[in-house]
């Protein structure tokens, strides 16, 4: 599945580059606008950031993503900062179709296990962020991608698969907002390792082929963030490649 992405900071559309919060760029498209358009081409899931409450857990959270998901329903993956019981209910009694898991796992495993067992895996995604050091050591980061929990990205996953996980979004943090491709090598690796998983991959895609290659490796979804607002292929034609397996010449 094609999953077009929209980061948010401050009520504005964003990308960062590899995570930081001072390599920013702001898009001028209207959010509401943009995502009925994704909705009109076709899209059943989008990923929406709040980058907000993600960097900074004391931030209130606007009411943007409260109208977001109300007007959306069920269309919704909403991450950024779910911390909690309290959040994972709010969200998802008024109308996400997922919520996105990501420094919390790694601060509270036990707990994340729990609520997959209680919410049901459809409902939970799992956000693990690593930075590759070679091709069998992936170390994930947390905290906007600032703390190193020097855990193996696979160790992590071993440990969730016994609780029935079903989504995880895996993000090589070098490639992200870089449009220079995705890393291929970790998602055909995390495939092997772990069918059981739909793998979200995210960073770096910045071509059809990018998007046929992934299709081929295995992965489940593709997230697409700055490829579409920059433009280099449109969101009709990312679902058009993924449906047919192949690109337009």
Not at 12 to 28: A, E, H, T
Not at 132 to 152: A, D, L, M, Q
Not at 188 to 216: E, R, T, W
């Amino acid at each position: 599945m094609i999953i077009p992405a929209i980061d948010i900071l401050n009520n504005k559309i964003v990308r960062l580059y590899q995570g930081n919060y001072d390599l920013v760029k702001y898009y001028s498209e209207d959010i509401y606008n943009l995502i009925e358009k994704y909705v009109f081409y076709g899209a059943k899931v989008i990923h929406i950031v709040d980058l907000n409450s993600a960097g900074d857990k004391t931030y209130q959270r606007s009411t943007i993503f409260n109208d977001i998901i109300f007007n959306f329903k069920n269309i919704v993956q909403i991450a950024g900062g779910i911390t909690s019981e309290k959040d994972i209910d709010y969200f998802l009694s008024n109308g996400a179709k997922r919520v996105v898991l990501g420094t919390i796992v790694m601060n509270n495993i036990r707990q994340v296990k729990k609520w997959i067992q209680y919410y049901g895996n459809e409902y939970i995604v799992v956000a693990l962020d690593v930075h590759v050091i070679s091709e069998n050591i992936n170390i994930v980061f947390t905290n906007g991608w600032k703390n190193n929990t020097h855990i193996k990205l696979e160790d992590v996953l071993y440990e969730l698969y016994e609780s029935n996980i079903k989504y995880v979004l895996s993000t090589d943090i070098s490639k992200d907002g870089t449009l220079n491709g995705p890393n291929f090598l970790l998602y055909k690796n995390l495939v092997q390792k772990f069918p059981g998983i739909c793998f979200q991959a995210s960073g770096g895609i910045h071509k059809l082929h990018d998007i046929v290659k992934l299709k081929k490796i295995g992965v489940s979804d593709v997230i697409l963030g700055k490829s579409l607002l920059e433009k280099k292929f449109t969101v009709l034609e990312a679902m058009q490649c993924w449906r047919n397996g192949l690109f337009p010449v």
